[in-house]
C-alpha cells in the first residue's frame, strides 16, 4: 500500500473517532484535527492535481456565497476583525475540499464507518450516564481549564467538591453538553444510514441517540429532531412532491425572515415578562397547596397548573430570542440590498444596548429570586446588548450581514445541496428521508443557536458532508 493511502486510512480513522469525544469536551477544538490531517493528505498526495478538479455546482454556489462574503469586508463596520476571521473561514474551505476529495478516493470506507459509530455509540452512552447520575464531568474540566488559564490555580475544584454543588443544583449545568448534543444530532441520521441493514445496530442507534438527545437540556436540538422526524417521513411519502413543497416553504420562510420574525419590541417584551411572572407566582401559590397531598391524590388541576408552569418558564426563555430577532430585523431594512457587511452584528452588539427588565417580589433580590412573603412586584433595569455576538438565526444574519444578494445565494446553495443529496443516483426513498434528517437538523439548530461563522460549528458540519460522502459512496 503507498503511504499516501495509509496516511489517508489512518487520518479518516482518527476523525471517525474523535468527532464526538472532542465536540462534547472542547467543541472549540473541533476545527484542529480536520485541518492537520487536510494538510498531511494533501503533503503526501503523489497526486496534486486531484485538488484543483472541476467543481461541482453546489461547490460553486458554495463558493460564490464566500466570495461575496468575504467582499463585503470592505463596507461592514468590522474591518479588523473580519479580515482576521476570514482566514479561518479560507482555510476552512480549502480543509472541506481536501477531505472530501480524498474521501471519495478512500479504500477503507467501511472500517471507518465502523470506528464512526462506535464512537458515535460511546459518546452517546457517556452522555447518558452523565444526564441520569448527574456526573458533570464536562463542567467540571471547563471550569478548572478556565480557572487555570486565568491562573487561578488557588480556585481549582476537586471532582468530588464540584459535583455535591452540581448535583444540589440539578440539571441546570447539563447546558454545558449543548454543543455536543448538536454535533450528535446531525450526524444522528447519518449514523442510522450507516447502520440500517443491520437492524439491530440501526434500532439500537435509533434509540440510543434520541434518547441522549431528549434527556439532555438543549431545547433547540429537541425541536430540531422533532421537525427533521416529520420533515424526513414526508419525504418517506413522496419525494418529488415533498422536496418541491419544502423547498417553496424553505424560501418563503428565508426571503421573509426579517418581516416574519419582527415580533416583539423592548416595551412589549417588559409587560410580556411581567405578566409571566405574575402568572407564575399566582400557580406556584397554587401548587404549594399539593405538597401536603399524597401522590396518588394527584388531579387534573394539577397535572393543568405544571403545564402551564412549564409553558410559563419556556415563554420567558423564548422572549429575549424573539426581542433579539426583532432588534436585527429592524436593523436589516437600514442596509436592505448588500447587508451591513460580514461579522456587522458582532460590532452592533458591542455598541448598542437594551435594558431587559428582571422583575421580582423582593427588591433585594437580582431578579431570578422571589420572596414568597413580598406581594409588590418590582422591575429591575438590566442593560445587554442587542445582539449577543450573533442574531442566533442564520436567516437573519445573513440578511443583516449579507443583505438580498447574501440570502438569494444562500436560498439557491441549500436547495441545490439538498437536491443533490436525496436524487442522488442509487439513493433510496428511506435513504433520501434519513439524509434529508441531516441537512435539516443543521438548518434546524442554525435558526436559533449558533452564529453562522462560528469556526468550531462549520466544522462540525464540514466533517458530517465529509461522512455522507464516505457512507454513500461506501460500495
Excluded at 28 to 46: A, D, E, R, T, V
Excluded at 89 to 102: E, G, N, P, S
Excluded at 280 to 307: C, M, T, V, W
Aim: one cysteine or more.
Amino acid at each position: 500500500m503507498h503511504y499516501s493511502k495509509i496516511i489517508d486510512k489512518y487520518s479518516f480513522i482518527f476523525l471517525s473517532l474523535i468527532i464526538f469525544p472532542l465536540s462534547v469536551f472542547s467543541p472549540i477544538l473541533i476545527w484542529i484535527p480536520g485541518f492537520f490531517f487536510s494538510l498531511l493528505m494533501f503533503f503526501f498526495s503523489k497526486n496534486k492535481k486531484i485538488f484543483i478538479s472541476k467543481p461541482s455546482k453546489q461547490e460553486w454556489l458554495c463558493i460564490a456565497f464566500i466570495l461575496f462574503s468575504l467582499i463585503s469586508i470592505f463596507w461592514t463596520n468590522n474591518k479588523s476583525y473580519a479580515t482576521e476571521k476570514s482566514f479561518e473561514i479560507v482555510l476552512l474551505f480549502i480543509t472541506f475540499r481536501v477531505l472530501y476529495i480524498k474521501s471519495e478516493f478512500l479504500e477503507e470506507k467501511t472500517l471507518c464507518i465502523s470506528f464512526l459509530t462506535f464512537s458515535f455509540g460511546l459518546t452517546c452512552l457517556f452522555l447518558l450516564l452523565d444526564f441520569i447520575f448527574l456526573l458533570g464531568v464536562k463542567p467540571w474540566i471547563s471550569q478548572n481549564f478556565d480557572l487555570l488559564i486565568n491562573k487561578n490555580t488557588n480556585s481549582l475544584l476537586s471532582y468530588e467538591v464540584f459535583q455535591n454543588d452540581y448535583k444540589h443544583k440539578g440539571s441546570s449545568g447539563s447546558g454545558a453538553y449543548s454543543r455536543g448534543l448538536s454535533t450528535i444530532c446531525i450526524f444522528y441520521f447519518l449514523i442510522i444510514v450507516a447502520n440500517y441493514k443491520n437492524k439491530l445496530k440501526g434500532i439500537s442507534i435509533f434509540f440510543l441517540g434520541a434518547i441522549t438527545i431528549f434527556l439532555g437540556v438543549s431545547l433547540t436540538v429537541k425541536v430540531a429532531i422533532i421537525s427533521t422526524f416529520l420533515i424526513s417521513f414526508l419525504i418517506f411519502l413522496n419525494r418529488k412532491f415533498f422536496f418541491k413543497l419544502i423547498s417553496l416553504l424553505l424560501a418563503i420562510y428565508l426571503f421573509s425572515a426579517p418581516y416574519a420574525l419582527n415580533t416583539i419590541g423592548i416595551n412589549e417584551w417588559a409587560d410580556h415578562n411581567k405578566k409571566l411572572h405574575l402568572e407564575s407566582r399566582e400557580i406556584n401559590n397554587k401548587l404549594d397547596a399539593y405538597k401536603i397531598k399524597p401522590l396518588i391524590n394527584l388531579d387534573n388541576e394539577y397535572l393543568d397548573l405544571r403545564s402551564r408552569l412549564f409553558l410559563n418558564n419556556l415563554l420567558g426563555k423564548i422572549s429575549h430570542r424573539l426581542l433579539i430577532w426583532s432588534f436585527t430585523s429592524e436593523q436589516i431594512y437600514e442596509d436592505f440590498f448588500l447587508g451591513k457587511g460580514i461579522y456587522s452584528s458582532r460590532k452592533i452588539g458591542e455598541t448598542t444596548k437594551v435594558n431587559l427588565k428582571q422583575f421580582t417580589f423582593d427588591k433585594n433580590a437580582d431578579g431570578m429570586i422571589d420572596d414568597k412573603e413580598k406581594t409588590e412586584l418590582i422591575g429591575l433595569d438590566y442593560y445587554y446588548s442587542a445582539i449577543p455576538l450573533h442574531p442566533h438565526n442564520n436567516a437573519l444574519q445573513i440578511w443583516l450581514e449579507l443583505g438580498l444578494v447574501g440570502i438569494f445565494l444562500y436560498v439557491v446553495l441549500i436547495i441545490s445541496l439538498w437536491k443533490r443529496i436525496i436524487f442522488e443516483k442509487n439513493i433510496t426513498k428511506f435513504k433520501a428521508a434519513l439524509l434529508s434528517g441531516t441537512t435539516f437538523s443543521i438548518f434546524m439548530i442554525n435558526q436559533s443557536s449558533f452564529g453562522l461563522w462560528q469556526t468550531w460549528w462549520l466544522s462540525a458540519i464540514i466533517l458530517s458532508i465529509i461522512f455522507f460522502n464516505i457512507i454513500i459512496k461506501k460500495n
